[in-house]
């Protein structure tokens, strides 16, 4: 899935394309994908995109309509992707069986694709834009000053939940998804079914540093290796899809886990659960 690194590396990509381009109009080729929030009629959505920018894991794009009849004041046209699991982003390419939706402008056009239909576009007015699950409800940008070391000391603080799930809680934290969340805890040495009320003050600010250079590092590698806009860029991972193969730190086994439902790559050794309780991968084969 596109993760803030990616969207980091698209996002600039489809502004300088896009921005004070007529949209001349969409295609819904999955309607599964699709959800219009505004009763008005898809024909209706058409206008200049006046900017294309990131909240969390959303893409927003802000169109000034042609017609501004069926708005109020304030409303400008908005359509928003939610990536999700596999949805990708592919400028002037043919139509594809996971093709599933379409933004047509003059002389080019911009696709949605996604393999597994898990991802959402949402077309909408402005004052729609609460209506979309968890777009209203994102935390602090982890890019943002706001995001410092006394912020995540307090929604740390709160937490009794594993560090995984509370970096992928993406009410306090803006936006980590599955892969950037094995990177951090690796990083930071962490299991990650450790308790986040179980790391000491050291360990919480080792991971506070590891998620902003973790997720700095990955925009600037995604930046230089400048991927075609729909691959997803994993070649600097170190322990995500990496089960069996070694530790790049101690050269043990990186190992597999289900953490609350999600599939969670980590080094048993590097990452230690302290004697928590944990399976000890160290002597179970798996
Ligand atoms: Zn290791």
Redesign the pocket.
Known sequence: MPELPDLEYIRPILCERLQGCRMTGVEVFEPVVVRNLTGMDLSEFSGIISSVTRLGPFLRFSLKPRDRSALNSEDQLEIVMHPMLAGRFRLSGKKQAVTAFRMNFDDFHLDFLDDKKMGKVYLGRTSDLHSIPGFASQGTDILSPSFDWPYFQRIAAKSRKQARVFLMDQKSMSAIGNAYADEVLFEARIHPKTRMNQLDESQLATLFESIRSVIQDGIRTIQEAKPDLEMKYRDHMKVRNKKDQP?I????KIRRANVNGYDSFF?P???PDGGKGFIDWTTVSR
């Open positions: 530790c730190r101690c050269g043990n080094c050794v590097c990452q």
